[in-house]
């Protein structure tokens, strides 16, 4: 059974934290547009997976869409190549010595 109550409540906090990273990327605040996309995306997959009783663990929305493709729901796969470059980059662009030239 589906646990409506349970993903709207994480697909919620999906919406506002999407609203946010926007925000951040009209200002001008890119790296934190980009954490932002990454915790929208990890959030909205976390509510599905809630939804479906699952307790998912982690931040990595590649392994959660994962998870997801292990019990037969399968999104396209354009979303799981973008889920990587979101993993790949999301926790990097916080710091300012992650990359030689920082992240502005």
């Given at each position: 059974m589906f646990k409506k109550k349970e993903y709207d409540r994480?697909?919620?906090e999906a919406k506002r934290t999407l609203?946010?990273?926007y925000s951040d990327l009209r200002e001008g605040y890119y790296e934190?547009?980009?954490?932002?996309?990454?915790?929208?995306?990890?959030?909205a997959v976390k509510a599905i997976l809630r939804g479906?009783?699952?307790?998912p663990i982690g931040h990595s929305i590649t392994k959660?869409?994962?998870?997801l493709a292990e019990n037969n729901i399968k999104g396209p796969k354009k979303i799981l190549y973008f889920a990587?470059?979101?993993d790949r980059n999301y926790i990097?662009?916080?710091?300012?010595?992650a990359y030689p030239e920082g992240p502005h």
């Amino acid at each position: 059974m589906f646990k409506k109550k349970e993903y709207d409540r994480w697909m919620v906090e999906a919406k506002r934290t999407l609203a946010s990273a926007y925000s951040d990327l009209r200002e001008g605040y890119y790296e934190w547009a980009s954490f932002k996309a990454q915790q929208a995306a990890e959030l909205a997959v976390k509510a599905i997976l809630r939804g479906l009783s699952f307790a998912p663990i982690g931040h990595s929305i590649t392994k959660l869409l994962r998870e997801l493709a292990e019990n037969n729901i399968k999104g396209p796969k354009k979303i799981l190549y973008f889920a990587m470059k979101l993993d790949r980059n999301y926790i990097a662009l916080r710091y300012p010595d992650a990359y030689p030239e920082g992240p502005h």
